[in-house]
T-cell receptor, first 112, second 111 residues
Framework: NAGVTQTPKFRILKIGQSMTLQCTQD?????MYWYRQDPGMGLKLIYY???????DKGEVPNGYNVSRSTTEDFPLRLELAAPSQTSVYFC???????????FGQGTRLTVV | DAKTTQPNSMESNEEEPVHLPCNHS???????IHWYRQLPSQGPEYVIH???SNVNNRMASLAIAEDRKSSTLILHRATLRDAAVYYC????????????FGTGTRLTVIP
């Protein structure tokens, strides 16, 4: 059981470039989340989804987009990378909001 | 979501019990109390959660005050592997769907 898998683990982007952070889970979880974590800080929610075809904004959605075409996958898209998006990104999933959330190992993104 | 207050850091000697406090004075009657921890360079991992009664699992115990305005995560015997940032989180049953992570408590375990 792989759990929550994120790719890539590391990436350096130039300002203005775009990329997609991949997240997939094999636990058939309905709820999926994208968080970012800046150095020395807690996690902040970017977007979340309560099921395929349903997404909603979190605390810090600006500069990001998501889609949820399948239960397993929840990619995060950065369209015009900015230095302020340098951070570690975590994807998470859970069966419902009252249960344990499982996190991926993170993607460390640097925008230069 | 209601917010929590935790000490920035704590230290413990290896193999001794650790009590990590959390204040949540604005908790509502249906908010669950969740604890997660984050080891260095890893994603957060679930530790325990509860509503009103004290809870035990293989990792830790959660003691919840009678008025629910505070709780304590108890690690019965700290090991070096328990060195992490511990987050106390309130989980609302309705409204915005979020686990709100504050800055947590950084636990240092001294050999």
């Amino acid at each position: 059981n792989a759990g929550v898998t994120q790719t890539p683990k590391f990436r350096i982007l130039k300002i203005g470039q775009s990329m997609t952070l991949q997240c997939t889970q094999d636990m058939n979880h309905n709820y999926m989340y994208w968080y970012r974590q800046d150095p020395g800080m807690g996690l902040k929610l970017i977007y979340y989804s309560v099921g395929a075809g349903i997404t909603d904004k979190g605390e810090v959605p600006n500069g990001y987009n998501v889609s949820r075409s399948t239960t397993e996958d929840f990619p995060l898209r950065l369209e015009l990378a900015a230095p302020s998006q340098t951070s570690v990104y975590f994807c998470a999933s859970q069966i419902n909001r009252d249960t344990e959330a499982f996190f991926g190992q993170g993607t460390r993104l640097t925008v230069v | 979501d209601a917010k929590t207050t935790q000490p920035n850091s704590m230290e413990s000697n290896e193999e001794e019990p650790v009590h990590l406090p959390c204040n949540h004075s604005t908790i509502s009657g249906t908010d669950y109390i969740h604890w997660y921890r984050q080891l260095p360079s890893q994603g957060p991992e679930y530790v325990i959660h509860g509503l009103t009664s004290n809870v035990n699992n293989r990792m830790a115990s959660l003691a919840i005050a009678e008025d629910r305005k505070s709780s304590t995560l108890i690690l019965h015997r700290a090991t070096l592997r328990d060195a992490a940032v511990y987050y106390c989180i309130l989980r609302a049953q309705t409204g915005a769907n979020n686990l709100f992570f504050g800055t947590g408590t950084r636990l240092t375990v001294i050999p």
